[in-house]
Nanobody
């Protein structure tokens, strides 16, 4: 599975951004898709995930109520709609894929995209 993340940028606090992750490869639509982020000097942090069917989603407490993950299997794309952005959301955001469900750890994911920078100014 190959993943290509896009949509990052610079936004003011309180603003919104939508990240996209295009997946390719056989049976990529059968994978759980997740988003992680990594700020400078910090470990990679779980953000959200969506099951291959789209019927189940999961969020970290830090983004719950502000971010929404979704997927369009017909387009092999997963989205992360981010609203009410805060300066502490500044990080490189990575999409990832796994055939399993339920992991919030980077080690639980097999495939990774290249990352897209999100910067939130105060």
């Amino acid at each position: 599975v190959q993943l290509q993340a896009s949509g990052g940028g610079l936004v003011q606090a309180g603003g919104s951004l939508r990240l996209s992750c295009a997946a390719s490869g056989r049976t990529s639509s059968r994978y759980t898709m997740g988003w992680f982020r990594q700020a400078p000097g910090k470990e990679r942090e779980y953000v959200a995930s969506v099951r291959w069917s789209g019927g189940s989603t999961d969020y970290s407490d830090s983004v719950k109520g502000r971010f929404t993950i979704s997927r369009d299997n017909a387009k092999n794309t997963v989205y992360l709609q981010m609203t009410s952005l805060k300066p502490e959301d500044t990080a490189v955001y990575y999409c990832a894929a796994t055939p399993n469900w339920g992991s919030r750890y980077p080690s639980g994911y097999d495939y990774w995209g290249q990352g897209t920078q999100v910067t939130v100014s105060s």
